[in-house]
């Protein structure tokens, strides 16, 4: 049997912090195939960000322990050297940031911080690096590339820049593109604009794609199979249709509920998930979203709060989280389904 | 050195009381020092930074200043001898003679080598004794030291009094009074006075108000300027106040118009170097690294060093010898009127432990006047001999009577005299005294001694203040005169160092038969007669008289600190070892 | 850009004046150039008469309206116009000292112009400022790097405590230290004199006499500097795009020195400015130790004098320096930061 081409297996990413171990992911698994789109969703300080970065060796600098199996092609990256996994960053695995503007270096110019990701990999001359970045601005959709690649970021649009830290992270054609909320900072509309552009890129090169979001509207629009994370840990795995069709377990629902909806009744109020997450230095014993979770009461023996739920298998390829049973469930009320898009 | 506030203004003043009968005599030599020093190199003199005021005969009046350049670069009518001889007698420098006066002193001439010159090679005429003369009047031009005016106000006082003020402001009417006691004939200079100048030769050596100047140099600032007619020129346009000069050969001296006496001129070149304080030259003199065995300094060994230099092969370098200068107690004769309770307080005074606040040993001796020992005709006073130099508070106490009176103690604001108030607190108190301490403090104007000359003090209640006096002359008359003489009735501040405002007619009255003294001898006698006089009377109280304690380099030979030279190594016999 | 900067000299120019003004007024409340003259047994009487002689009896705005005009258009000195009638008609024009503008003002005490008092200073203290900066910035940047990159281990403990008992250390104590042990006790170095650097065969002596007072200087700048460095670098190591120019597979070389050094200057640009800018007007406690005689020694010795025209120009080339280094700071930035830049 061969490997998916990306598996996270039991990834363990720790904080030691001087008034305890911080558990930013524990105990993750995934896997993802080319052409492919994971979307990993949570709330801030779910481990989403945390365990991506892992797969980059973002954490080799720090005082981070990571464990557990990262195969990338049937290599597991976290065995690799430093220097090993230096040269597979940003050419096999590149990722692209949140907010664009502070993830690109304010002193250097857009075409130099493109061409550099270029030339750290490929034995090439300044002016062929820069050819090369003028044609991947091109193709993110600079208009006139020529022009611009001089521009400094802050003269470029959040949009703008954001297609320019697109063609940095594909300039180098990986196989894995991370997109950590590429669209979070940007306006309706430019997100959208950014989304199809991944989209078709990822068409075109046949990337496999890891969305991070906490945006359930992008996962509907661009996901085929879909992580929950919560308090680190993965709540909820399975396709997307599954997911929104039949949330498994009261987070998501949750999640799948506070997503404002254009058809309902501008007057209904939001319905945000109560509470705040669990700290990660001192989780909950039991499961970590209890004491947010409205439906515990349908759980006999206060199990929620004293016995942390094993991830189980519900259907075929949907994995779940959670003590309700099949028939709790059901008091779930998950939308029409016609009303959520789904690719 | 060490100390500067001792005054030099007033012995200058009072140099030219003194009347002797070697006024009128001819050039004189000892012979006590001979040519057979080691000739060549460079010496190092060390200095602190920003000590000296100017370089301009006018301006110089520090005895360590004046004997340094008396000797490199600055020739008088008349000069004193390098000896060890305590009673030297001027003998000629660029005249020919020491002078000659055929009316007691009243006018003097003086006829000037034919053959010396200046930096520049011009000759030095009398023309240039006169206009030096005439700058002595301009107080702008002398800084602040007063001593043209002060000095030539009591022989030439119709100059004085028709307002003239120097060459460059003077009326014509004033420029014409002074040309008729000044005047120049070719190489003879003739000095005419109101009042007689019987020793006139022996100031002319001692300072440099006679000293001549060339008329073409004097253009914009001469502060700091230097037209050598010496040995030695100074290589720099300039002395640098901070930093020093560099003194080399004077191509245009001839040492045949000089005498060996005076200037031996063995080193090739002195290098003036000042450092930023006597911490870091006496760790340089220590070390004795490199050029600095050819070093030598006039500044006296800090306290702080003594032991370092009193072991092994460096106490070799060091000489230690009786200091023109005494420190005393000033006792303000218009506050405390009673002679009794001047006396206690100088009976309860505990010399001995200033002494050891001062430094110790090496710093000086407890003395017994103010007249210092290395004064030719110096006497104990015998009002002071008995007294306990530690002090005797019981006996001070019988003065009293039971009294207790209130006295204020002033005293310049500084580390020494902050050591010292504490023990002259305690050794008055004990003799019943209530004392009050009073600070003046280092930027205060008028300065401490400023305050102190003026009757009313400022304002300020001052019944005792500390005070020192240098002999820059060897004679009694230049302490004892300024400081008992009593200030004329209508003085606002005191003249000459009369401070304390001490005022006894039988003490005038001996200084006056002094000052008329023709033999030199007698009038030190009736000096110190008037000095014991003011002694039993509790004039002042005498603490300390300072030793003198250099130290230098290991190459160095021929130093000899000498009355020529105020007591300051000689810089002209100076010169470095044969064998290195 | 250009008016940018001609702004900036302008507001400085106006500092300038207005300091002036306040100088002048708070110093000549209490000084009188006049007492230099006096002497150490100078009495009231004395001191009114030499005061009036050299013209300091004028009423202070009469002897503003004349100082203001010598910046303009120079100043002959004495100051009182009779003193100087008198020179001319004695024939002594030579005498008078001709202060051209911007005349500063003429030091009493030291009988010269107060231009060229601060000409002369400005030697030993540009030379001395120059090489402590070059000394300070240099190990100060590198070795704050050092301990950043190295951050929590043994080495950056030991950078990081060494520099808290450098910076605790008074300036005076390690230049007495190297003047007095160093220097002559030891003979581990030559004695160190400010030698003037006129021609190029001057740059040995005056580099050897020059580098124990520099490194006094430096040391305490130095600590200062690595704990500065250390904490930008810290800093702009954390920031997103330092994150990006790893995940770009950069070697972490490249990372810090191009990426993450280059943010972590730009505070230091302004501190070592202001910093290079206070040492311009002299370097008090190190000039004293060293007898090097720059404008810190100058202000000292001024002070002691109560000399206010050479007060007064130390104030103007210290407040000029600060200004003058604002502005080549804010020029610096534009280069170092294009969001500064106002045109391209």
């Given amino acids: 049997m061969t490997r998916p081409f990306l598996s996270v297996e039991n990834l363990v990413v720790h904080f030691p912090t001087p008034d305890g171990v911080v558990r930013a992911t524990d105990g993750l698994s995934y896997t993802v195939e080319p052409g492919k789109t994971l979307g990993i969703v949570g709330e801030s300080g779910s481990g989403k960000s945390v365990s991506s970065s892992a797969i980059l060796g973002l954490h080799r600098n720090t005082s981070a322990q990571v464990s557990g199996r990262i195969w990338l092609n049937d290599i597991d990256l976290l065995t690799l050297s430093d220097k090993e996994m230096q040269a597979r960053r940003g050419k096999d695995v590149a990722m692209i940031f949140q907010d664009p503007l502070s993830a690109l270096h304010p002193y250097y110019t857009i075409g130099d911080q493109v061409a550099e990701a270029y030339r750290v990999h490929n034995k090439v001359s300044k002016k062929a690096a820069r050819d090369r970045a003028i044609e991947m601005l091109d193709r993110v959709g600079i208009p006139n590339p020529q022009l611009r690649v001089d521009d400094y970021p802050h003269q470029f649009s959040g949009g703008m820049r954001q297609r320019a830290m697109i063609a940095m992270a594909l300039i180098n054609d990986p196989q894995l593109l991370i997109a950590d909320e590429p669209t979070t900072a940007l306006d309706v509309t430019v997100q959208a604009q950014i989304l199809d552009l991944l989209q078709d890129l990822q068409r075109e090169f046949n990337t496999a794609l890891i969305m991070i979001t906490h945006d359930l509207g992008v996962i509907a629009e661009v996901a085929d199979d879909v992580l929950v994370m919560y308090a680190g840990r993965a709540v909820e795995y399975g396709t997307t249709k599954q997911l929104l069709t039949a949330p498994a377990m009261p987070y998501t629902l949750g999640l799948i509920q506070s997503v404002p909806d254009l058809s309902s009744d501008v007057n209904e109020p939001l319905r945000p998930i109560p509470g705040n997450p669990p700290s990660l230095l001192d989780p909950p014993s039991g499961c970590a979203f209890a004491p947010r979770c409205t439906f515990k009461h349908l759980v006999a023996d206060n199990l929620p709060d004293t016995v942390m739920p094993e991830l189980e298998e519900i259907a075929p390829g949907h994995l779940r989280r959670c003590h309700l049973t099949e028939h709790d469930l059901s008091k779930l009320t998950p939308k029409p389904a016609e009303e959520v898009e789904v690719v | ?580 | 850009m250009l008016a940018f900067i001609i702004r900036r000299i302008l507001v400085g120019f106006a500092m300038i004046v207005v300091m002036i003004f306040v100088v002048f007024a708070l110093f000549f409340a209490n000084g009188n150039p006049a007492i230099n003259q006096c002497g150490k047994y100078c009495t009231p009487e004395k001191l009114d008469e030499i005061t009036g002689l050299l013209g300091y009896d004028k009423s202070i705005p009469e002897q503003f309206t004349a100082f203001s005009a010598g910046l303009v258009v120079g100043r002959d000195f004495p100051v009182n116009d009779e003193y100087r009638a008198a020179l001319i008609e004695n024939g002594y024009e030579n005498r008078i000292i001709h202060c051209a503008a911007p005349c500063l003002g003429y030091s009493q005490s030291d009988q010269k112009t107060v231009n060229q008092l601060l000409v002369k200073a400005a030697g030993p203290t540009l030379s001395l400022a120059i090489v402590s900066f070059l000394i300070w910035i240099f190990f100060g940047v590198l070795i704050g790097v050092i301990a950043a990159i190295n951050k929590g281990r043994w080495l950056d403990r030991v950078v990081v405590g060494s520099t808290l008992v450098v910076y605790a250390l008074p300036v005076f104590v390690i230049g007495t230290f190297f003047l007095q042990y160093v220097a002559i006790k030891w003979q581990l170095y030559p004695y160190p004199r400010f030698e003037p650097l006129k021609e190029p065969a001057d740059i040995l002596p005056w580099l050897t006499g020059i580098l124990l007072p520099a490194l006094t200087l430096a040391l305490f700048f130095m600590a200062a500097y690595v704990r500065y460095t250390r904490a930008f670098v810290l800093e702009s190591m954390s920031e997103d795009y330092i994150r990006t120019a790893r995940s770009k597979g950069l070697p972490e070389r490249t990372v810090l020195f191009k990426h993450g050094l280059r943010s972590a200057l730009t505070p230091l640009v302004t501190l070592a400015g202001l910093d290079f800018a206070s040492l311009l007007a002299g370097a008090i406690i190190t000039e004293s130790v060293f007898n090097y005689q720059g404008m810190g020694a100058l202000a000292v010795k001024a002070n002691n004098n109560h000399d206010l025209p050479v007060l007064i120009g130390l104030v103007i080339v210290g407040a000029a320096a600060v200004i003058v280094m604002n502005i080549i700071v804010d020029i610096l930035y534009a280069y170092i930061d294009p969001r500064v830049r106002v045109t391209k």
Avoid at chain 2, 386 to 414: F, H
Avoid at chain 2, 459 to 472: E, H, N, S, T
Avoid at chain 2, 502 to 524: H, K
Wanted: aromatic share 12%.
């Fill in chain 2, 1 to 580: 050195m060490k100390k500067r506030p001792i005054a030099r203004l007033g012995a200058i003043a009072l140099a030219g009381v003194v009347i002797t009968s070697l006024a009128a005599c001819g050039a004189s030599t000892d012979g006590t020092s001979g040519g057979s020093g080691n000739a060549g190199g460079t010496v190092t003199y060390l200095g602190v930074a920003g000590q000296w005021e100017g370089t301009d005969p006018a301006t110089v009046y520090y005895g360590n200043e004046i004997a340094a350049f008396r000797r490199l670069v600055y020739r008088g009518l008349t000069a004193l001898p390098i000896t060890d001889d305590p009673n030297p007698v001027p003998v000629a420098d660029l005249a020919t003679d020491t002078g000659t006066s055929d009316d007691g002193g009243l006018t003097w001439t003086f006829t000037i080598k034919d053959d010396v010159k200046w930096e520049d090679g011009s000759p030095i005429t009398g023309e240039d004794f006169v206009y030096g003369l005439s700058r002595s009047f301009d107080e702008t031009l002398v800084n602040g030291t007063g001593v043209g005016v002060t000095y030539l106000s009591s022989y030439a006082p119709s100059v004085v009094e028709a307002g003239y003020t120097g060459p460059f402001t003077s009326t014509d009417a004033a420029k014409a009074v002074f040309d008729e006691h000044f005047f120049a004939d070719g190489q003879t200079v003739t000095y005419k006075f109101d009042n007689p100048w019987g020793d006139f030769p022996s100031a002319a050596a001692g300072l440099f108000t006679t000293d001549p100047y060339q008329a073409s140099f004097d253009d914009g600032s001469t502060l700091w300027e230097i037209n050598s007619n010496g040995p030695y020129m100074m290589e720099e346009d300039e002395f640098d106040a901070a930093q020093g000069a560099t003194f080399v050969r004077n191509p245009e001296y001839d040492a045949a118009t000089d005498s060996t006496d005076l200037r031996q001129a063995l080193p090739d070149q002195f290098n003036f170097e000042l450092v930023a304080d006597s911490d870091v030259l006496f760790q340089r003199l220590v070390a004795d690294a490199g050029t600095d065995k050819e070093a030598f300094s006039d500044a006296n060994i800090p306290a702080t060093f003594y032991s370092q230099v009193e072991s092994g092969d460096i106490a070799d370098r060091t000489l230690k010898s009786t200091s023109p200068y005494t420190r005393f107690l000033f006792i303000n004769s218009l506050t405390v009127t009673d002679p009794d309770v001047r006396r206690a307080l100088a009976v309860a005074l505990n010399k001995d432990g200033m002494i050891q606040a001062y430094g110790g040993d090496n710093y000086g001796e407890p003395s017994t006047s103010i007249v210092s020992k290395a004064v030719s005709g110096f006497e104990e006073n015998p009002a002071f001999a008995d007294d306990n130099s530690a002090g005797d508070p019981e006996a001070a106490k019988e003065l009293l009577g039971g009294a207790t009176p209130e006295i204020t103690v002033a005293y310049a604001i500084s580390p020494t005299n902050e050591k010292l108030i504490p023990v002259i607190q305690q050794s008055f108190e004990a003799a019943g005294f209530i004392v009050t301490p009073l600070g003046i403090a280092p930027d205060a104007v008028p300065g401490y001694y400023g305050q102190m000359a003026a009757k009313d003090k400022n304002g300020q209640k001052v019944d005792v203040f500390l005070g020192g006096w240098a002999a820059d002359w060897p004679a009694m008359s230049t302490v004892v005169v300024p400081i008992l003489r009593s200030n004329p009735a209508d003085a606002e501040s005191g003249v000459g160092f009369n401070y304390g405002f001490y005022s006894n007619p039988e003490v005038d009255d001996l200084i006056e038969q002094g000052l008329a003294a023709t033999d030199p001898a007698e009038g030190a006698k009736l000096f110190a007669q008037a000095d014991a006089v003011a002694g039993a009377d509790g004039a002042y109280i005498p603490v300390v008289q300072q030793n003198n304690y250099f130290l230098y380099g290991s190459n160095i030979d021929g130093f000899l600190p000498d009355v020529a030279s105020s007591f300051y190594p000689d810089f002209g016999s100076i010169f470095i070892k044969s064998s290195k």
